[in-house]
């Protein structure tokens, strides 16, 4: 499991000693990026959603409890670090939430990475247990898990236009536009959307039907509501036509 992470600080050097540990000590912790202020962290963050912020306290303009009010809301876990053992610390300790004292000890590190990684795990298991319900009561707006990383992002079944095979991988491209390749096979994703409208017109292309704009005779293909072409073979033509007229009656 890897650990999407961001180090805020706005000292280089305590920035660069941490990342370094990290490193060494931690591998499951993969950094996406530093900030120095709570200003580039609020950015930072919306770019690049992380799983583990490591927080500095004490910053100038605003310390790091102004970032997590800016936020409110958030869905990271949070390790404080701080050179100070004050006030701030025994808030922490009410808390009940991790915290390292500079400088850094490698020790204390893994141990805070440790107690995180297992929250952000149980997290991860509740968003598919939940899902796996919306599915199971809700079938009539199934909700497809995509392995992404070390993350799973949900996606409604008829936002999804259509899936181009690549040896082991799967190209998925959605109406929004957005793309994305999972480490699953067409065979496999045939087989789980089938019965929601997709067909097989090509060995590496499925289309969601309800994308279908039209059969181009010409050059043997669909034309999909993004404008693409797709091909259709010539052994799977006369099934996908009849599948497209029997997908249209119903809408």
Same mark, same amino acid.
């Given at each position: 499991?890897?650990?999407?992470?961001?180090?805020? $600080?706005? /000292?280089?050097?305590?920035?660069?000693?941490?990342?370094? *540990?990290?490193?060494?000590?931690?591998?499951?912790?993969?950094?996406?990026?530093?900030?120095?202020?709570? /200003?580039?962290?609020?950015?930072?963050? #919306?770019?690049? +959603?992380?799983?583990?912020?490591?927080?500095?306290?004490?910053?100038?303009?605003?310390?790091?409890?102004?970032?997590?009010?800016?936020?409110?809301?958030?869905?990271?876990?949070?390790?404080?670090?701080?050179?100070?053992?004050?006030?701030? *610390?025994?808030?922490?300790?009410?808390?009940?939430? $991790?915290?390292?004292?500079? +400088? =850094?000890?490698?020790?204390?590190?893994?141990?805070? =990475?440790?107690?995180?990684?297992?929250?952000?795990?149980?997290?991860?298991?509740?968003? #598919?247990?939940?899902?796996?319900?919306?599915?199971?009561?809700?079938?009539?707006?199934?909700?497809?898990?995509?392995?992404?990383?070390?993350?799973?992002?949900?996606?409604?079944?008829?936002?999804? *236009? #259509?899936?181009?095979?690549?040896?082991?991988?799967?190209?998925?491209?959605?109406?929004?536009?957005?793309?994305?390749?999972?480490?699953?096979?067409?065979?496999?994703?045939?087989?789980?959307?089938? /019965?929601?409208?997709?067909?097989?017109?090509? %060995?590496?292309?499925?289309?969601?039907?309800?994308?279908?704009?039209?059969?181009? %005779?010409?050059?043997?293909?669909?034309?999909?509501?993004?404008?693409?072409?797709?091909?259709?073979?010539? #052994?799977? %033509?006369?099934?996908?036509?009849?599948?497209?007229?029997?997908?249209? %009656?119903?809408?």
């Amino acid at each position: 499991m890897q650990i999407k992470s961001i180090i805020v $600080d706005d /000292e280089k050097h305590g920035r660069e000693n941490l990342a370094g *540990i990290l490193r060494e000590f931690c591998p499951e912790v993969s950094l996406l990026g530093e900030a120095d202020s709570v /200003e580039a962290a609020l950015s930072l963050i #919306r770019e690049q +959603p992380p799983d583990l912020v490591f927080l500095d306290i004490e910053m100038p303009r605003a310390n790091g409890f102004r970032l997590l009010e800016h936020l409110q809301n958030f869905s990271f876990e949070v390790i404080f670090v701080t050179a100070y053992d004050n006030y701030a *610390i025994k808030a922490i300790r009410f808390s009940a939430a $991790d915290y390292i004292l500079k +400088p =850094v000890n490698h020790n204390d590190l893994k141990a805070a =990475v440790k107690k995180v990684a297992e929250r952000i795990l149980q997290k991860q298991k509740n968003v #598919r247990m939940k899902q796996l319900y919306h599915n199971l009561f809700q079938p009539g707006s199934p909700r497809i898990g995509l392995p992404d990383g070390d993350q799973i992002q949900f996606s409604e079944v008829h936002k999804i *236009i #259509r899936c181009q095979g690549e040896g082991n991988y799967t190209h998925i491209y959605f109406e929004n536009g957005n793309h994305m390749l999972v480490a699953k096979t067409l065979v496999e994703f045939e087989d789980l959307l089938q /019965e929601f409208g997709f067909a097989r017109t090509h %060995k590496t292309h499925l289309v969601n039907l309800k994308h279908v704009k039209s059969y181009i %005779k010409t050059e043997n293909s669909v034309k999909l509501s993004n404008n693409e072409h797709i091909p259709v073979s010539r #052994r799977r %033509k006369e099934n996908v036509l009849e599948q497209l007229k029997r997908s249209h %009656k119903k809408q």
